[in-house]
C-alpha cells in the first residue's frame, strides 16, 4: 500500500481558507497583546500593580469611563488604568478573533483562539482577584500565564498569516530531521517559558522569603542562559543543514537574535537594579555607578528585558508549532 | 466540551482563591546569634506582645506614647503597597526597601544575598554614614541625604526621583523600625541575659527601653551644635591644595594616623589587616574556622568580610565631595574598625581638621577627585 504523501498533507493544512481579513484582525490582536504585556511589565516595574484599590471598578468609575483627569493625574495610576483598557481591548478582540475562526473549517485554528479567549479572560480575573485580596502568589500566576497568551496569540497570527506566503514543501524533510527540529524547539521554548516563570518569582518577590531562593533563581537563570546558549550555537554549528531548514532560517535568526538581546538586557537589567554583583564590586570590573530607583534607565531595561524573554518564548512555540504542523 | 470549560474555570478559579489565604507579613524575632531552641514560647510572647502593644504591626503600626516620630508619616511609609480610594500612596517601605532590609528592618530581605555590603540591619540602631559624633544617632538629613544620593557602588539605590514627602517618611520609617529594633534588643537581654521575671512590668519597659531609646535618637537635633559636625573646607588656591595634598601623604603614613594599615602604602586597600568585620559580622566570628561555621547556624546571613576603601577605584559609598570624606575620616563609619580621627565631646582626636582636611585632600588626589581649587565655602556652620 502506497503510503500517503505527507507533502500534499501540509499542503491542506496551510492552504486555509482564512480571508485576509481574519488575518488582519489576528495581527491587530497580536499588536494589542503586545502592548498589553508591555503595559503589564512596566506596571510591575514601577510596582503600579495596586494602586487602583478597585475592581472591576476603578476609583468608581466603569471601565473606559474614568475622567482623563484623573488617569493621567498619577503615572502609576495611568499606567494601571491603562493595563486594564488594553486588556479588555485585548479580550474583545480575542472574542472576534475566535469568532471568525469559529466560522472556519480549520480546527486547530479554532482551538488556539478558544484557548486565547480563556487565557484572557483567566488574566482578568487573575488581575482583579490580586487587586481584591493583595496576594502575590495571583499576580505571580498573572505574570506566568501573561506570555502563555501572547505566544498563543503569535503562533495564531503566524500561522493564520502563513496561508498568503506558503512555505516551500516541495522537499519535505525525512522524518528523523523533522522530529530533531521538533525535540530541539520544544527544549528552547520551555527553556524560555521556565526564564519567564523564574522572573515572575523575583519580580513579585514576597518580602518574607528567605534569602537564599531569589539567590537561586538567579542561578537557575544563569545556568538557564548557558543551556539555551548552548542549544543555539549546537544548532548552528553542528545540526545538519536539512534540520535547520526545517526549523526555518527565519526563526533560528530570530531567536538567535533575541537570545542575544535578551542576555545583554538580562544583565544590564541587573546592573540598573542591583549594581554589579559582589565579585566584580571588588574587581578590576569596579565602575563608580550609583542605581536609581525608578528612574528611566531601569524601568526601560527592566521591562525591555521581560518583554523579550516573552518575544523569544512566543517566537520558540511559534517554531514547535510550525514543525508539529509540519510532521 | 463547554461543560467542560466551565468546570476547569471553576476548580482554577476555587483553586487560586484556596491559595490567597496566606497571612499579613509579620516582624520576625530578632534571634540572631541565639539558638532558637533556647527560647521558651512563654518568653517569645512576653517580648513579641510587649514590641506589638508598643508599636503595632507592619500592616498597623502605633507609636509609644512621649516617642516623637510623625504616625501619619509610619502609616503611610507602612503596610500593602498601594492607593486608599482618596489616591493617597501607602506601603512605601514595601514598596522601594523591603526587598532588600526585610519587613523588620533586620537587612536581611530577599535580596539581601545579591549585596556586599549586606543591605544595613536597623535593629542596632547603627547607621554608617553620618555627620553626628561617635555613638550618636544619625540626624534627619544624615538619613535623607542617604535615600537621596544612594551609596555609589553598592545597591543601594539613590531615591532622587520620589518626592521630598515620601523620603521623609521613609526615614520616618526607618527609624521607627530602628527604635523598634533597639527596644527588642533591650527585652531580649532583660528576658534572655538577666531572667527577669515574666510578665514584665509595661510602664518599666516603657520608661528604661522604649523612652531612651527615643531619647538618643533625640539628641542630635535638640541640640546639633554637641553633637553634629559641620565641615568648613579651607578656601584654597591650586597651589595651596596641592601643598594639601603632600601634607595629606605625609600624614597618612603617620603613626597617629594609621591609615595603611588597612588601607595599604598606596591606598589600594590592601594594608596587613585585612581580616576585619563590621559590627553586624564581628558576632558570627569565632575562633577556629570551625567555631565560625558553627555559629552560623545562628544568624540569617553568612558572614561577610570588610574591604577596606581602595581610593583609586573613586568609589566612595557616602559620597565623594570633600565634606562627605571629611566627614569619614572626622567621624569614623560607625559600625566597623574604621575610626573616629576627630575630636568628640571630652574625647581629643588623634587629628585636628585641619590634618583632616589635608588627609581628605589627599585621598581624593588618589581617587582623581580632587578639585582644581576651593573658593567658598559651602556650610555656614562653625568649624568644630
Known amino acids: 500500500m502506497k503510503a500517503p504523501d505527507s507533502s500534499i498533507n501540509v499542503q491542506k493544512t496551510f492552504s486555509l481558507p482564512v480571508t485576509n481579513w481574519t488575518c488582519r484582525l489576528v495581527w491587530t490582536l497580536w499588536g494589542v497583546a503586545l502592548v498589553l504585556m508591555a503595559l503589564g511589565h512596566t506596571v510591575t516595574t514601577y510596582g503600579a500593580g495596586m494602586v487602583i484599590p478597585d475592581w472591576p471598578t476603578t476609583y468608581g468609575h466603569l471601565p473606559f469611563l474614568l475622567p482623563p483627569k484623573e488617569w493621567f493625574e498619577h503615572w502609576d495610576i495611568f499606567l494601571a488604568y491603562s493595563h486594564r483598557l488594553v486588556a479588555i481591548i485585548s479580550g474583545l478582540l480575542s472574542l472576534v478573533v475566535a469568532a471568525a475562526f469559529w466560522r472556519t473549517r480549520q480546527n486547530l485554528h479554532k482551538w488556539l483562539a478558544t484557548a486565547a479567549v480563556f487565557l484572557v479572560c483567566l488574566q482578568v480575573a487573575l488581575g482583579g482577584l490580586r487587586v481584591l485580596t493583595g496576594d502575590l502568589l495571583l499576580v505571580t500566576i498573572h505574570a506566568c500565564t501573561g506570555p502563555v497568551y501572547f505566544g498563543l496569540v503569535t503562533v495564531l497570527a503566524v500561522i493564520a498569516g502563513s496561508h498568503r506566503k506558503r512555505p516551500s514543501l516541495d522537499e519535505p524533510s525525512p522524518v528523523k530531521t523533522r522530529k530533531r527540529a521538533s525535540v530541539v524547539s520544544i527544549f528552547v521554548a520551555s527553556l524560555a517559558y521556565l526564564q519567564l516563570v523564574l522572573i515572575a518569582q523575583l519580580r513579585h518577590v514576597s518580602p518574607q522569603l528567605i534569602p537564599t531562593a531569589p539567590l537561586v533563581i538567579v542561578w537557575a537563570q544563569v545556568i538557564i542562559w548557558g543551556i539555551l546558549g548552548a542549544v543555539i550555537l549546537g544548532i548552528c554549528l553542528f545540526l545538519p543543514g536539512s534540520c535547520r531548514a526545517a526549523l526555518g532560517r527565519m526563526g533560528l535568526w530570530l531567536i538567535s537574535g533575541l537570545y542575544m538581546v535578551n542576555v545583554l538586557l538580562g544583565i544590564l537589567a541587573w546592573i540598573v537594579n542591583f549594581n554589579l554583583p559582589p565579585r566584580f564590586a571588588h574587581g578590576v570590573l569596579t565602575v563608580e555607578y550609583t542605581v536609581v530607583q525608578a528612574g528611566a534607565a531601569q524601568a526601560v531595561l527592566t521591562t525591555a528585558f521581560v518583554l523579550v524573554t516573552s518575544l523569544l518564548f512566543a517566537t520558540s512555540l511559534v517554531l514547535v508549532v510550525s514543525n508539529w504542523l509540519r510532521e | ?384
Open chain 2, 1 to 384: 466540551m463547554g461543560r467542560h470549560l466551565f468546570l476547569s474555570v471553576i476548580i482554577a478559579v476555587l483553586g487560586i482563591l484556596i491559595c490567597s489565604c496566606s497571612p499579613p507579613p509579620q516582624f520576625r524575632l530578632n534571634s540572631e546569634g541565639r539558638d532558637p531552641a533556647t527560647i521558651s514560647p512563654a518568653q517569645r510572647e512576653a517580648i513579641s506582645s510587649l514590641l506589638t502593644d508598643f508599636f503595632g504591626t507592619p500592616d498597623q503600626p502605633t507609636v509609644p506614647r512621649g516617642v516623637t516620630l510623625s504616625l501619619d508619616d509610619i502609616t503611610k511609609a507602612a503596610g500593602p503597597v498601594g492607593r486608599d480610594l482618596r489616591k493617597v500612596e501607602r506601603g512605601l517601605y514595601r514598596k522601594y526597601c523591603a526587598a532588600c532590609h526585610g519587613i523588620t528592618g533586620d537587612g536581611a530581605g530577599p535580596f539581601a544575598l545579591f549585596f556586599d555590603p549586606y543591605p544595613r540591619d536597623f535593629r542596632k540602631g547603627v547607621f554608617k554614614y553620618t555627620s553626628t559624633v561617635l555613638g550618636a544617632k544619625p540626624t534627619t538629613e544624615d538619613l535623607e541625604k542617604i535615600l537621596r544620593n544612594g551609596m555609589p557602588g553598592t545597591g543601594m539605590p539613590s531615591y532622587k526621583l520620589l518626592p521630598d514627602r515620601d523620603i521623609r517618611r521613609l526615614v520616618e520609617y526607618v527609624k521607627y523600625l530602628s527604635m523598634r529594633g533597639e527596644t527588642e534588643l533591650y527585652l531580649l537581654r532583660l528576658v534572655l541575659d538577666e531572667n527577669e521575671l515574666l510578665p514584665l512590668n509595661k510602664q518599666s519597659v516603657l520608661e528604661d527601653g522604649v523612652l531612651a531609646v527615643a531619647e538618643s535618637w533625640q539628641l542630635p537635633q535638640s541640640d546639633p551644635d554637641a553633637w553634629v559636625v559641620k565641615p568648613r573646607p579651607p578656601i584654597l588656591t591650586t597651589d595651596g591644595l596641592k601643598a594639601a595634598v603632600e601634607r595629606g601623604r605625609e600624614l597618612y603614613r603617620d603613626r597617629r594616623a594609621k591609615c595603611a594599615t588597612c588601607h595599604g602604602p598606596e591606598g589600594r586597600g590592601d594594608g596587613e589587616q585585612w581580616d576585619l568585620y563590621d559590627d553586624w559580622n564581628t558576632p558570627k566570628k569565632g575562633v577556629t574556622e570551625q567555631q565560625t561555621r558553627d555559629l552560623a547556624r545562628r544568624f540569617t546571613l553568612p558572614i561577610q568580610r570588610l574591604r577596606p576603601r581602595n581610593f583609586h577605584q573613586g568609589i566612595f559609598h557616602g559620597g565623594d565631595a570633600p565634606e562627605d570624606i571629611y566627614l569619614r575620616i572626622y567621624l569614623g563609619i560607625k559600625g566597623t574598625p574604621m575610626p573616629a580621627a576627630g575630636p568628640a565631646p571630652g574625647v581629643p582626636g588623634v587629628l585636628t581638621p585641619d590634618e583632616i582636611w589635608d588627609l581628605t585632600f589627599y585621598v581624593l588626589s588618589l581617587a582623581g577627585k580632587l578639585p582644581q581649587e576651593i573658593t567658598k565655602n559651602p556650610s555656614d556652620g562653625a568649624s568644630p
